[in-house]
């Protein structure tokens, strides 16, 4: 292969891996640094679903460099971003009956995003948008901020961010909560339609939330109220998309339809940056807003041409969907079992696909005891939620079931550990801890 290619190669995955030891090699599911190995559940934040260096798709990008020449000169852009979009057409929306518009939106999701909010605001003449709290876009300027930890700012009367309002999200007030009964009573009070919001943008997995599923039924009621109001609505796939959560699009099994679906992070099959935008034909095409271009001509080049490629090796049967969903069923089993061994403990599980939490709410520190001590032992795993009270799985969709099961068992015992030898380190909790006097265990 290209050396600069390979260079680039190794650049993103270092920096993706979130370590900081310029020695650190990667592997498929195994970072190797000078002192250690580590089984990777982190996936550069979701951006490595196919594993660092992923060998099929090396070996396609090689032969194809060797059949039709170097990237980077330019010669060849034309010609690979066609194949990749009629690689889109043929895996991806030929088979669902999908008539998106393909529009390339540079190399960030944020960028994205950004693109397709101020879309909707020109298409509809207004400017307001609603998202909801604990969601995360991870954007700049005009687009949506980080919404962790904001709750119900249109209730609150607190100016909004960027002309974005921030609307609870399914269950987070309890499952006895209706909350879309609050956005609909928000909206039934805009007397001028002007004021009404323009789109609303909404993820199916809140990942840097806390791992907050939204449910089916949820997601349809917003379909519905989008359609009665005139507000676009806006599938961020940009992390939980691309097979995290079993089917490539995150919200198919839902059956709703989005306006504006926005693709980012594992879109590239080596973790090269860029996104991609699908659009209903009748929203149109947005133009792609200045200053969000890729660095080079061989970062879009190889991202798109290793996006085609993991289409074509991934996606083209629903083999690699069963697989993701057979692993998904081993995650979700095993943490199951740990709940229930520490059935006083209060612990949960959520998640979907191959994007699971254990959460350990009301244990200050709990979950990041845990992560550090995973870590010492073997294991490269992150926490979210507001108070990173959730130990977030993100394994690489293509893991083999050893690494996979061998992570699971770290952590199980990096949890027994953190409660055996440190108990008084889980302090300042909501609950006590079993075996004190006012434990509620049995």
Request: with cysteine; charged share 20%.
């Amino acid at each position: 292969m290209d050396p600069q290619i390979t260079h680039r190669l190794l650049e993103l995955s270092r920096a993706q891996s979130g370590l900081s030891d310029p020695c650190a090699t990667a592997n498929g599911s195994v970072l190797v640094t000078k002192d250690r190995q580590l089984i990777d559940f982190y996936s550069g934040a979701g951006t490595l679903n196919y594993g660092h260096h992923n060998s099929r798709l090396k070996k396609r990008l090689v032969a194809d460099i060797k059949r039709y020449g170097a990237l980077g000169t330019g010669s060849r852009q034309a010609a690979i971003t066609a194949q990749f979009f009629d690689t889109v057409q043929q895996v991806l929306l030929q088979p669902r009956g999908w008539p998106y518009q393909l529009q390339l939106a540079g190399p960030t999701g944020a960028g994205a995003l950004e693109i397709a909010l101020q879309h909707a605001r020109q298409l509809k003449g207004r400017p307001n948008v609603i998202s909801f709290t604990q969601g995360f876009q991870g954007a700049s300027g005009r687009a949506l901020a980080d919404a962790a930890k904001v709750f119900f700012r249109a209730v609150t009367g607190t100016p909004s961010v960027s002309n974005a309002t921030f609307m609870p999200y399914d269950r987070c007030f309890g499952p006895d909560v209706d909350t879309m009964a609050y956005l609909e009573q928000l909206l039934d009070g805009i007397r001028q339609p002007a004021e009404r919001p323009a789109a609303v943008v909404v993820e199916t997995v809140l990942g840097q939330g806390g791992v907050n599923v939204l449910t089916w039924r949820w997601l349809k009621e917003l379909e519905t109220l989008c359609q009665r109001y005139d507000m676009l609505l806006i599938l961020d796939d940009t992390q939980v998309g691309c097979g995290r959560t079993g089917r490539f699009f995150s919200f198919e099994t839902a059956d709703i339809h989005a306006d504006i679906i926005v693709l980012s992070k594992s879109l590239s099959g080596l973790g090269v940056p860029m996104s991609l935008l699908l659009c209903d034909p009748s929203v149109g095409t947005p133009q792609r807003l200045a200053g969000c271009p890729w660095s080079d001509s061989i970062d879009q080049e190889l991202g798109l041409l290793s996006a085609t490629h993991a289409l074509e090796t991934y996606w083209a049967d629903g083999s690699f969907t069963a697989d993701i969903l057979e692993k998904e069923a081993l995650v979700r089993d095993w943490l199951e079992n740990i709940v229930h061994s520490y059935s006083g403990w209060g612990f949960g599980v959520r998640g979907r696909g191959l994007i699971q939490g254990l959460v350990m709410s009301g244990y200050q520190d709990l979950a990041e005891q845990v992560a550090r001590r995973a870590f010492d032992v073997g294991l490269l795993i992150e926490t979210s939620g507001a108070d990173d009270e959730v130990l977030k799985l993100l394994p690489a969709l293509t893991i083999e079931k050893s690494l996979l099961i061998k992570g699971l068992e770290i952590i199980e015992h990096s949890l027994a550990e953190v409660l055996r030898d440190s108990p008084a380190r889980v302090r300042g909790t909501s609950r006590p801890a079993p075996g004190n006097p006012d434990s509620d265990t049995e």
